[in-house]
T-cell receptor
Framework: NAGVTQTPKFQVLKTGQSMTLQCAQD?????MYWYRQDPGMGLRLIYY???????DKGEVPNGYNVSRLNKREFSLRLESAAPSQTSVYFC????????????????FGNGTRLTVT | RKEVEQDPGPFNVPEGATVAFNCTYS??????FFWYRQDCRKEPKLLMS???SGNEDGRFTAQLNRASQYISLLIRDSKLSDSATYLC????????????FGAGTQVVVTP
């Protein structure tokens, strides 16, 4: 049981280049999320998908796009990378959409360390 | 002002000692509360949920104080393996899409 799998683990981009971060979960979870983590700051939500076929903006969506390809997969695309997007990106999933369920914690992938020069 | 605030530490704790730290949150209507643990350069993992009545899981005790808007985590009989960053997570609504993360409190347990 792999849980949440992210690829790639590391990436270096030049300003203006594009790339897609891939995420897949094998837990049959309904909701999936993309976060970024920067030093001294809490994880910040970029986009989320409450269920297959829906996506919503989070706290910091500018410069990113997402696709919920199917129930398992949720990708994050940087169309034109900028140095401000240097960060660690985490994909996560939850079984439920509603946070009132304490039995539905976030499951995170291993993260992608992205550097934009 | 950050919506979820934590003392970044580090809290340097001798092995076997007790350490406790808090997390304050700004939204009084917050619905649910959690502590996640993050090891260096790894992903966060759920340590424990925090219930209104307080709860314990082995050496870990979590408390919620709604009146003063903070949650706490106490670690008893600290082990070297407890060294990590502890993230406070608050949900101000009933939606997972609105979770608020603190920046984390670093705990270093020393021999």
């Amino acid at each position: 049981n792999a849980g949440v799998t992210q690829t790639p683990k590391f990436q270096v981009l030049k300003t203006g280049q594009s790339m897609t971060l891939q995420c897949a979960q094998d837990m049959n979870h309904n909701s999936m999320y993309w976060y970024r983590q920067d030093p001294g700051m809490g994880l910040r939500l970029i986009y989320y998908s409450a269920s297959e076929g829906t996506t919503d903006k989070g706290e910091v969506p500018n410069g990113y796009n997402v696709s919920r390809l199917n129930k398992r997969e949720f990708s994050l695309r940087l169309e034109s990378a900028a140095p401000s997007q240097t960060s660690v990106y985490f994909c996560a999933s939850t079984r439920d959409r509603a946070a009132s369920s304490y039995n539905s914690p976030l499951h995170f992938g291993n993260g992608t360390r992205l550097t934009v020069t | 002002r950050k919506e979820v605030e934590q003392d970044p530490g580090p809290f340097n704790v001798p092995e076997g000692a007790t350490v406790a730290f808090n997390c304050t949150y700004s939204n009084s209507a917050s619905q649910s509360f959690f502590w996640y643990r993050q090891d260096c350069r790894k992903e966060p993992k759920l340590l424990m949920s925090v219930y209104s009545s307080g709860n314990e899981d082995g050496r870990f005790t979590a408390q919620l104080n709604r009146a003063s808007q903070y949650i706490s985590l106490l670690i008893r009989d600290s082990k070297l393996s407890d060294s990590a960053t502890y993230l406070c997570v608050v949900n101000p609504t009933d939606s997972w899409g609105k979770l608020q993360f603190g920046a984390g409190t670093q705990v270093v347990v020393t021999p």
